[in-house]
Nanobody
């Protein structure tokens, strides 16, 4: 069973920074793509924000949505396979629930595609609120 638990969300002012992390347990492939999605406002479709795909060479491919490019950075602690999302210069429109996701297509799960890969393992989400 794969479980993901996000942390690091909170309420900040515009221009501030936050760093989200995602504790992952269970079978997580070393070459699994990891992604961060957000849902804003609640009930709307989740949109991909950033993804990180490890390569056998040791390199990592990253991809960002235009709305966060240059402000957000996705990374991974290789020793613990923990993904992070560092968010700088936050804007009120960045407010929402942020989810980390792992590559896979488990039966019955919400499947979304970002960066060419389907993710189907999700955390419960962490709330980010940015005030103007």
């Amino acid at each position: 069973v794969v479980t993901l638990v996000e942390s690091g969300g909170g309420s900040v002012q515009a221009g501030d920074s936050l760093k989200l992390s995602c504790k992952m347990t269970g079978y997580i492939g070393d070459l699994d793509c990891l992604a961060w999605f957000r849902q804003t406002p609640p009930g709307h479709e989740r949109e991909g924000g950033a993804s990180l795909c490890p390569r056998r060479s040791g390199n990592e491919d990253t991809l960002y949505a235009n709305s966060v490019k240059g402000r957000f950075t996705v990374s991974r602690d290789k020793s613990t396979n923990t993904p992070f999302l560092e968010m700088n210069s936050l804007k009120p429109e960045d407010s929402g629930i942020y989810y980390c996701a792992d590559e896979g297509t488990p039966h019955g799960s919400l499947l979304l595609k970002f960066g060419g890969k389907y993710v189907g393992y999700w955390g419960q989400g962490t709330q980010v609120t940015v005030s103007s």
